[in-house]
């Protein structure tokens, strides 16, 4: 588990059971009340984008995610297939989570 205080752009974070990318955040603070910390994320798994507040050191659920290089292969029905060049292990990524599909 993480606070507030460990917020930064690009982490994925567990949300109401999605997952969101932090897209910007940033801290307001007041004399009076205690300190905000808001985050614009965008949905993961989703493509909703949205605001979220938490009071300053709240816990938040980030989510480990690892980057790999894949090559494309081709498009069919089931989505996009790709190859790990390393493995030569192949997927195939639904249609709807490919952000790019020009590429």
């Known amino acids: 588990m993480a606070t507030t205080e460990d917020m930064r752009t690009g982490l994925i974070i567990k949300l109401d059971g999605s997952l969101y990318s932090v897209i910007e955040f940033g801290q307001n ?16 798994d989703n493509n909703r ?3 979220q507040t938490w009071n300053s050191g709240e816990t938040i659920f980030p989510v480990r995610v690892e980057k ?4 494309y292969l081709y498009k069919d029905e089931t989505g996009y297939s790709f190859m790990d060049n390393e ?6 990524v639904a249609e ?7 590429f």
């Open 87 to 92: 493995t030569f292990e192949q997927i195939t």
């Open 49 to 51: 984008t949205i605001e």
């Open 29 to 44: 603070k007041t004399a009076r009340a205690a300190a905000k910390v808001w985050a614009k994320l965008k949905g993961v």
């Open 96 to 102: 709807n989570l490919v952000n790019a599909p020009q």
């Open 68 to 71: 790999k290089i894949y090559q």
